[in-house]
């Protein structure tokens, strides 16, 4: 060993001593560092830098011991799996009617009302991922006015404005004549989205009148007479 590197060790050997009395700010030199194990917790090494007294907790077999609070500026893997401080969850209910829903185009439905949005993800009846990973993704709509005319409609998520899943099919032959009845659809299903993916639910009519009404509540007996008849909602599971 050459005389720098052995004053260099000498230095850092000089520098950490071991105490049976818990160190204090007034009890160190700036720049001093001392180990010392307080009671019932790990072995730790205290330094006094600029005016403060900083120290670390040290491990003999992989385990950690946190004192107050652990702040994470990211996520959080435990054993393999993704645990984030903050689960994306959403729904949303349509809270005004969408009437005569064009025809030959896809049509964006319109859900007005929050009722839950725990990362600000979803907005412009749109929900936004906020991180990648699988999702879950569930609707319930309530149409009416169908028009015998068509030869099919469908309803469905449609992930950045091409992909289409969970598609649910109106086909002409389920009506044997113009209905006002309310027609109910609905569907569930995981996606995986990558972070900035964008997910709505869409109406789609390939032919006919344009006279169906997507309709935001519907007439009923109690619980309430005015009764949401359309969500929009979904949730993160994993990366």
Known sequence: MDRISRRLTNIKQDKVSVSNIQPSLQSLREGEEIL??????????????????WYSDMTKDGNEYVDKNLEVK?????????????????????????????TGSAVQLEFGAENIDT??????????????????????????????????????????????????????????????????????????????????VYWYQNSGTAQVDFKSTVSSAPPSNNTRSSIFGGYFITK
């Open 36 to 53: 010392y194990q307080p009671k019932n917790k790990p072995l730790r090494r205290y330094r006094r830098e600029g005016h403060v007294l």
């Open 74 to 102: 990211k996520d959080i893997i435990l054993d393999g799996y993704l645990n984030l401080r903050r689960i994306p969850i959403f729904e949303a209910t349509a809270n005004s009617d969408q009437s005569n829903l064009a």
């Open 119 to 200: 990362t600000s993800s979803f907005a412009s009846h749109t929900f936004t991922a906020p991180v990648g990973g699988y999702y879950m993704f569930y609707y319930q709509l309530g149409f009416n006015a169908f028009d015998t005319g068509m030869s099919y409609a469908m309803c469905g998520l449609r992930r950045e404005s091409a992909d289409y899943f969970c598609v649910s099919r109106v086909d002409d032959k389920e009506f044997t004549a113009d209905t006002d009845a309310v027609v109910s659809r609905s569907g569930s299903a995981v996606k995986q989205l990558d972070q900035g993916d964008t997910v709505g």
